[in-house]
Each structure stands twice: as C-alpha cells, then as structure tokens.
C-alpha cells in the first residue's frame, strides 16, 4: 500500500479534492486492484471495524460494491434498506444512524434520494464528538463522490494501469451526455475531470442542461448569483477547491461534444426525479442524444463510452454498443468501484484502530 498522509475525515463532495488527493485515491485503488487479481483476495486492514451501509435508496452497483469492499477489507459490514427497517414505524434518519453509532459502527455509507443527508449525519456525528466517518454513496442531485472516483481511476488506468494519476487526462477530450439537471454522476465527475486538465463538453437538451447549470462550477460566480443559489441544495456545504481555469464547455446538440472525443460518458435519463414533461418521447431522446456506432464516428478511432448503470437499453445508449467491448467500459466500472471502495475505507478508516 502507498504510503500516504490522508486528513479527510468525511467523504461527501468532490468539490474541495485536492490533486494530491485524487493521485492518491487512485494509486491506492490500483494496490488494491492487485490485490483483487491475487487467489486470496482478502487483507486485515479494516479487521475490528464495522462498516453499516445505510441505503435509504434503492442501489445494486453501489450498495453492493461497499459491501465487498468491506469485506475483502476484513471489516464486520452491517446492510440496511429502508423499507425493511424501523423507518417505516416513524424512527427518524438521525436516530436510526445514531442507532448504527451504538451498535459500534466506524464507517457508514450512505445514500439518500434527498441531498444533504450525508452531510447532516456527519456533522451529527462530530457534534457528538465521535471517531465516525461517513462516505457519501450518492444525495440525490447533489454527488455521488464514489462513483466519481471510479470512473476517474477506470479512465486513469486504462492510458496507465501501473499508475493511474490525473495528469494523464491533460487535453483530453471528454464528453459528458444526457440527463445532466437531474445527475448526481455528473456533478461529481465535472468536479474531477476538471480537476485534472481534461476537457468536459457536457451536452443535452436545453430542459436537462439549463444555461447556468456551468455557474455552479464557476468559482467567481456562484458565491454571487442568485440564480445559482436556487441550483444549490439546502443542507450541502459548498466550499470550493482552488483548481484554477477548469475546462467547461455546454452544448444544446450532440455533435459539438462528440467531435474528436476521448471518451463519452453517457447518463440515464432519470424518470423518477422528471417532475415536468421535460421531453417529447425516448424515440426523439435516443435519435438526437443516444450513443450509438454512427454517432461515435465523429470522435477519435480509440474512443471509449461510459456509463454510470442503471442504463436504459436503446435510449441513452444502443443496446449493441453497450455489450461491444471494443468501446464499452461498463463493465470495468464496475470491476473498478470494488478498488476504489477499498480505497476510500481504507483511507479514512485504517486511521482509526
Ligand atoms: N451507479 C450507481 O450508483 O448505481 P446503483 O444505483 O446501482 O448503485
């Protein structure tokens, strides 16, 4: 394992990552990838810990992954689903987590379809005084760090998997497509990729890209707009990194974003969170914004296509180019979220025993 000072306690943003930061989740998880090619795929590191997964959210990737991540990592993991649980008698979110605390818990993951959740357990947890971190598995449209993580170090180490490191990313293309308003996937990876000198050319229709969604990137002007702040979602802190001069670009139509593109990351359109008629029907969706074979075209020979799952078949992406491993990185995504979930337990719980 790297050795490595870590100082965050809580993982719930990438907004204020560091450099440093995401060089070193990403060379952890590539220890860890090792660790998982190996016949005995387990280390004592987090042995004594317990690791509760509070998903207040339906999640397979997510919820999952952690789980296994915690136990390669020898941590005691304790799984928790909302409908089954005491919540469904009145108990509040904070006194189920302060259930989870007496229980001995060290970690807990969570997840919630409102933003802010993460954020407020964790300040619960210091204004109790104790040693618990929380990971943010995904708030609503606010972040989904993990996920963020992953696909950076998918990218990563795909150009170098003996040592993936953002700078590799520098004048990269890359173009982030689909239902953007609602995507808690896209907030976090516009925090990394920026961060690491890579061009994000985010595209979608005008309903699911508003024109000052960019300010919330912007460091000068989202302090000021008040615009912005309706964007903002109440019980998120938004304290922003000093990465300078990100590359943002938004674009109404598909061909600007996918014209010589080193990678295109593809997003689900999120029904469930479409309050409004926001489009006309998923045949025009698929038609104008849908990866398919034809549309790839105008990126580079090499070009690869992610997405986040759960994926719409034949909306946001064909079918048949989803299954091409030629192009497709799903499936790596996935293989990854399991190292860079060791990762982040490990970096914020090996301090703790
Ligand atoms: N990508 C993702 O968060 O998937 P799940 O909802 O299945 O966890």
Known sequence: MPTTTWNRHHILSLADFSAVEYDTVLQTAASFQEVLSRRTKKVPTLQGQVVANLFFEPSTRTRSSFEIAAKRLSADTLNFAASTSSMTKG???????KTYLAMGTDIMVIRHREAGVPNAIAQEMDRLGVKVSVLNA??????????????????????????????????KKIAIVGDILHSRVARSNIWSLTA???????????TLLPKLFADYFSEETAEKSLVTERLALSGVERSRSAIPNRQLFLHWDLEPALRDADFVMTLRLQKERMT?????????YHQLFGITRSKLKLSKPDVKVLHPGPVNRGVEISSDLMDDPEFSLIQAQVTSGVAVRMALLYLIGSGKV
Do not use: K, M, N, Y
């Open 91 to 97: 108990e509040t979110i904070l006194d189920t987590a």
């Open 138 to 171: 995904g708030d609503g449209q606010h972040e989904h760090p993990s996920q963020g993580l992953l696909d950076l170090f998918t990218i990563c180490s795909l150009i170098d998997p003996t040592r993936p490191r953002i700078e590799l990313l520098q004048g």
């Open 276 to 284: 409004a008629h926001l489009l006309p029907s998923l045949r025009e």
């Open 196 to 206: 690491s000198g890579a061009e994000v050319h985010l595209a979608a229709p005008p």
